[in-house]
């Protein structure tokens, strides 16, 4: 067996080899001024191939990852595994208008032709309860780092009370605090626009509280931003914050800043300052399970 690894993901897939004592090696990216890439791997594949690469800007990486899993099989490889800590255009489940794309399908599709198992972390499925709706593989495999992050927290904060900014972050928030013996609350968030959310604190009485927003990806930051002004509105002593899909887009980073946020933590499902809750275990174990 062989874990394939990108330059722009290597600390994690080098964490994955070590978990799991399998061998790792570099797949060459070159991108031309067009746009292009190029992709080399190494010239002998064992049978089993793993290719570890988190989805975020994804439509790079999905060309690439289509090139990576066919030379991967031209040189040898019989199965391979897609390890994608952070899988993209799970959002889309539904055409909200005649004529949209259903993202969700096509890409769960696409990656169900190329990969023999899909291990990936707290996608985001809204409408559907099982990944193989979405990937339609066996080997669909959605873990979730609600342990990990709060064995994280049960080691960093004495007490607070754990906040979800809208109703599909429950199945989180609800997990963490049942581990970590904390209280937990969740809010209202209707999207007004991809920069803009408006957020309905619930009745609860955040007054000098420490207060941890648990969410499952943080994109514009428009979610953290917000909720933290009402909670620090609201009294809250401090607002922070545990992310796993650090997305952070833009400007996401000044926005959630100057919202008063006093620290964001992350899972390093993507590669961002933030990250210092590791994977590598649950996502070893997972990949244990199937070899
Ligand atoms: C949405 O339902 C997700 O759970 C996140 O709350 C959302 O994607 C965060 O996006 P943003 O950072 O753009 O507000």
């Not at 975020?56 to 897609?82: F, H, W, Y």
């Not at 049942?178 to 920069?195: F, N, Q, S, W």
């Not at 990806?217 to 401090?238: D, P, V």
């Amino acid at each position: 067996m062989l874990i394939l690894a990108f330059s722009d993901y290597m600390s994690q897939a080098k964490r994955l080899s070590t978990v799991l004592d399998i061998p790792l090696q570099h797949v060459y990216l070159h991108q031309f001024p067009d746009g292009e890439s190029l992709l080399r791997l190494p010239p002998a594949l064992p049978e089993h191939v793993i290719i570890c690469r988190s989805l975020n800007q994804p439509n790079d990486k999905l060309i690439e990852l289509l090139m990576c899993s066919k030379t991967a099989r031209q040189l040898g490889a019989k199965r391979v595994t897609l390890v994608a800590p952070y899988l993209c255009y799970m959002r889309q489940d539904i055409a909200n208008q005649p004529g949209e794309a259903v993202s969700q399908r096509v890409i769960g599709q696409m990656l169900a032709e190329q990969f023999d198992d899909v291990i990936t972390v707290d996608p985001h499925l809204h409408r559907i309860a099982n990944l193989n709706q979405a990937i339609p593989i066996e080997n669909a495999i959605s873990l979730t780092a609600s342990n990990e992050i709060a064995e994280f927290l049960q080691k960093q904060l004495d007490a607070a009370v754990l906040f979800g900014p809208d109703s599909e972050s429950e199945q989180w928030v609800s997990a963490i605090a049942d581990t970590c013996g904390c209280e937990y609350t969740v809010a209202e968030k209707i999207r007004v626009g991809d920069k803009k959310v408006s957020i309905k604190l619930p009745d609860f009485d955040f007054e000098n509280k420490t207060v941890v927003i648990i969410d499952d990806m943080a994109s514009t930051g428009r979610t953290l931003a917000t909720a933290t002004r009402l909670l620090l509105n609201t009294g809250a002593g401090q607002v922070n914050a545990v992310i796993t899909h650090a997305l952070f887009c833009d400007d996401a980073e000044t926005h959630i800043l100057q919202s008063g946020l006093k620290q964001i933590w992350s899972t390093d499902s993507i590669d961002h300052s933030t990250a210092c809750i590791h994977l590598d275990r649950l996502l070893g174990q997972a990949v244990k399970a199937i070899i």
